[in-house]
């Protein structure tokens, strides 16, 4: 894409959907930790599933240590990895506690020091929570940064600093989730709804679908 499509192409985004929100259900800036964690590998809807059982008995660190590591895997058992996932929170929970007062760091290397917290969950975690212009590079973000000829790239952390520099500053704030929700419901895998994509004259994909 060139710079005069690309800026077309958000604004599509932006005119069907002006204030995109994560589908992750959340109430603290931990909870939101916490269910980006539990998301990987794993859908937004089973995660979903699970915090509504997990977080109205323990949604503070720690409460969540004082759950214990057999009740937390109890809760989110139905998740992919929930073991790994469970032992991770935990640990993340201890060092909230024990180094940051229980709270969520606002700078990405003290995240990234947190079990199960990659660059993807800090970018998450700044973006949402926090309101800094990141781009946390899933499968979908990944899908559609190629498929368009927006932000071309052979691993996430090209296509990451890729779309930072060519995203418009104006739409840079949300493009994490236009892009992600693109992905999911419109720019699927297996087959684009290209007949349905309101940015389809700005994409540069070849093989369009009428579908």
Same mark, same amino acid.
């Given at each position: 894409m060139k710079p005069d499509q690309i800026d077309a192409f958000f604004a599509t985004l932006k005119a069907a959907n002006p204030h995109p929100v994560t589908e992750l259900e959340y109430t603290s800036v931990f909870e939101l930790l916490a269910a980006v964690l539990l998301s990987a590998q794993a859908t937004?809807?089973?995660?979903?599933?699970? /915090?509504?059982?997990?977080?109205?008995?323990?949604? /503070?660190?720690?409460?969540?240590?004082?759950?214990?590591?057999?009740?937390?895997? #109890?809760?989110?058992? /139905?998740? #992919?990895?929930?073991? /790994?996932?469970?032992?991770?929170l935990m640990k993340t929970c201890q060092i909230l506690v024990q180094e940051h007062g229980g709270q969520v760091p606002r700078t990405r290397e003290a995240l990234e020091r947190l079990p199960g917290v990659g660059r993807k969950t800090a970018n998450v975690v700044l973006n949402v929570a926090f309101s800094e212009p990141t781009m946390a590079v899933d499968t979908h973000i990944f899908r559609v940064s190629n498929r368009t000829g927006l932000a071309p790239g052979k691993d996430v952390l090209t296509?990451?600093?890729?779309?930072?520099?060519?995203?418009?500053?104006?739409? +840079?704030?949300?493009?994490?989730?236009?892009?992600? +929700?693109?992905?999911?419901?419109? %720019?699927?895998?297996?087959?684009?709804? %290209?007949?349905? %994509?309101? #940015?389809?004259?700005? %994409? #540069?994909?070849?093989?369009?679908?009428?579908?």
């Open positions: 937004d809807v089973r995660v979903n599933k699970a /915090t509504r059982r997990l977080f109205p008995v323990a949604h /503070t660190p720690q409460q969540i240590i004082d759950l214990g590591l057999d009740r937390l895997m #109890g809760y989110i058992q /139905t998740i #992919g990895l929930y073991r /790994t996932k469970a032992a991770n296509v990451e600093q890729k779309l930072l520099r060519r995203v418009p500053p104006d739409y +840079l704030l949300h493009a994490h989730h236009w892009l992600i +929700l693109h992905g999911r419901y419109v %720019c699927q895998a297996r087959k684009p709804l %290209c007949g349905s %994509c309101q #940015g389809r004259e700005y %994409c #540069g994909y070849k093989a369009k679908t009428d579908g």
